[in-house]
């Protein structure tokens, strides 16, 4: 059974950096999409990073500031997250998909469904 974990949540201070990691097993990510999704409270889920066959695609709200990349050696997922702001208070969830037939855009716009997600971790920005 393929299965992600998520770690490497916290408090973060406004401006600071936190990468978080996601842990696949049951299948080998290179076949997959993956995505980072976050929920934050009172607001709909929403795609910040999405890959699919290595093209990212970003949200307008984290690009620049974010980046999705993998480790197939070691079967993991990270979302880098720099310049945070109390905006990105959120629960982060990874997410996957094999075969991976949409695009970034698709996964993180909502339009095509992502069938294997993480249990979240809980990124907070505060001072």
């Known amino acids: 059974q393929f299965k992600l974990v998520e770690s490497g949540g916290g408090l973060v201070q406004p401006g600071g950096s936190v990468r978080l990691s996601c842990a696949a097993s049951g299948g080998t990510l290179d076949v997959y999409a993956i995505g980072w999704f976050r929920q934050a409270p009172g607001k709909e889920r929403e795609g910040v990073a999405c890959?699919?066959?290595?093209?990212?695609y970003y949200a307008e709200s984290v690009k620049g500031r974010f980046a999705i990349s993998t480790d197939n050696a070691k079967n993991m997922v990270y979302l880098e997250m720099n310049s945070l702001n109390l905006e990105d208070t959120a629960v982060y969830y990874c997410a996957a998909e094999n075969p991976p037939v949409h695009t970034g855009y698709s996964y993180c716009g909502g339009y095509a469904p992502m069938d294997s997600w993480g249990q979240g971790t809980l990124v907070i920005v505060s001072s």
């Open positions: 890959m699919a066959y290595g093209n990212a």
